[in-house]
């Protein structure tokens, strides 16, 4: 192999590893005890488990939100906070 593969393996390496780190929210510590096969499966069942609470919780705004809607009248500070999680 040659050492620029071993330089750009290295480097996609550490790239991985925060990643792993960041899902995780543990500075590596996941990945180092699990190993990164492991680390890399809970990572994925964890950003989808977090992406489907997160829909959930926008469905329950936008429903909070659709209840405080009388005859044409809105609550602008309740549309300004819900605005603000659909945006991020």
Known sequence: MSDSMRIQIDRLST???NLLAVIHRDGGHY???HGTVKAVEEAKATVFRERAELAALRKAMQEFHDSYELDGYV??????A????KDE
């Open 15 to 17: 790239e991985l590893a």
């Open 31 to 33: 990945q180092a005890e």
């Open 82 to 85: 819900l605005q603000e999680v």
């Open 75 to 80: 609550d602008t500070s309740k549309l300004a």
